[in-house]
C-alpha cells in the first residue's frame, strides 16, 4: 500500500489517532511492537491558532516514530488550513483531517463527525487543505451521521475528487458512537467501487488476528487501523502481525512480559514528560495492562494514584510477586473504550 511515495507494504497496520492515549510514550510502545504507521493525538486547529501548549505538544515527533500523521480537527475552513500549515512545518509524513470523531463536544460543534452533516462544507475544507500543504493529505471518517444517511460513497468520491490520497472509514455512524458491532460492509463497497483509486483503510472492532484476517478477506481493504484494542494491549499489532503471516494465534503476554512492559512504558513517559506528569498521564494505560487478574481491585487503585515513579514501580514488583503464576495466556480479557 502507498499514500504517494510512501511504501508502507503489503497490509500496514495502523495506530489510530486517540484523545489522551496515542501520547509519544504509547506511540513509542506501539511501535515497538509493530505498528507500521501512527497517528498523533488529534490536534484542535483552533487551539494551534492560539498557541495553546497542549495542542502545540501535540506536534513533537520523534524520528523513531515514523511514518507519522498529525491528525487536525475543527470546524471553520480559513482556521484548519492554517493548522494543516502549522502541523506540516513539524514535519509529519501525513496530515490527516478528523471527520469521524463523534464526541458531543466536537461533533455537537460541527467538527469531526459533525462534519457529515454539511457535505459541501467538508469537500471544500478538504480541498483548500490539499491545495495548502505539500504533503499527503488523508481523511478519516464514518460511514455517516446516523443509519438514515449512510452516506460514505458520495463522500468518499468527493474526497477523492479533491486529492485526499488515503481514506479510513470507521464501520459505525456518528449516532451509534462505539455500540453494537462496526458494519464493515459499506466498508468494502468503497473498496470495491471501480471508481475509488486511493488506497482504502478498514477501522471498527478489529480485535484479534483472526478478526483482522477475516476483515481483509471479506472487504479487501488496503490496511487496518486498530483503536480501541490497543489500549492496555498495545501488542495486538504482534499478535495481527504474526496470525496474518503464519495463521497461528499468539498466546498473550504473562504478568512478568506486562509488568516488563508497564516498566518501560513508565520509563518513556517520565523521560518525554518529567517525573510528576509522566506517572499521572500513564495511569490511564497501567491499570488497563493487568486487565483480568484476579483480586486486582486494590493494587489497581494504588496503581492509579501513586504519584512518584519509584513508588509505581514498587507497585509494579508487588503485582510481578503477587501474580506472577497466573495464566494470562488463555484468554483475551473484553477492551472496550470510548476513544478511537
Known sequence: ???????????????????????????????????????????SADGLIRDARKSLEKLRIADAERP???????????????????????????????????????????????????????????RQ????????????????????SKNI???????????????????????????GEADWTLIGAVKNNPAIHIPIIGNGDITSGEKAASMLDRYGVDGLMIGRATFGRPWIFREVRH???????????????RVSLAREHLAKSVELKGERTGVLELRRHLSSYFKGLPDFRETRARLVT???????????????VRWGDWDATSTVPPFIYDRE
Open 243 to 257: 496470525y496474518l503471516d503464519t495463521g497461528e494465534t499468539l498466546p498473550q503476554p504473562t504478568v512478568s512480559e
Open 68 to 126: 507519522i500523521g498529525i491528525q487536525i480537527y475543527g470546524s471553520e475552513i480559513g482556521p484548519m488550513v492554517e493548522a494543516a500549515r502549522m502541523a506540516e512545518e513539524a514535519g509529519p509524513e501525513v496530515i490527516d483531517i478528523n471527520f469521524g470523531c463523534p464526541v458531543k463536544k466536537i461533533a455537537g460543534r460541527g467538527a469531526g463527525s459533525g462534519m457529515m452533516r454539511d457535505v459541501p462544507k467538508m469537500v471544500e475544507m478538504t
Open 1 to 43: 500500500m502507498k499514500i504517494r511515495d510512501l511504501d508502507l507494504g503489503a497490509t500496514p497496520l495502523f495506530l489510530a489517532p486517540m484523545e489522551d492515549v496515542t501520547d509519544p510514550s504509547f506511540r513509542y510502545i506501539c511501535k515497538r511492537f509493530g505498528a507500521d504507521m501512527m497517528y498523533t493525538e488529534f490536534v
Open 306 to 320: 501513586e504519584p512518584t515513579a519509584e513508588g509505581v514501580a514498587r507497585i509494579l514488583d508487588y503485582i510481578s
Open 129 to 148: 487543505i490539499v491545495q495548502a500543504v505539500k504533503v499527503p493529505v488523508t481523511v478519516k471518517t464514518r460511514l455517516g451521521w446516523d443509519d438514515e
Open 153 to 179: 460513497e458520495e463522500i468518499a468520491l468527493r474526497l477523492q475528487d479533491v486529492g485526499i490520497e488515503a481514506l479510513t472509514i470507521h464501520g459505525r455512524t456518528r449516532a451509534q458512537m462505539y455500540r
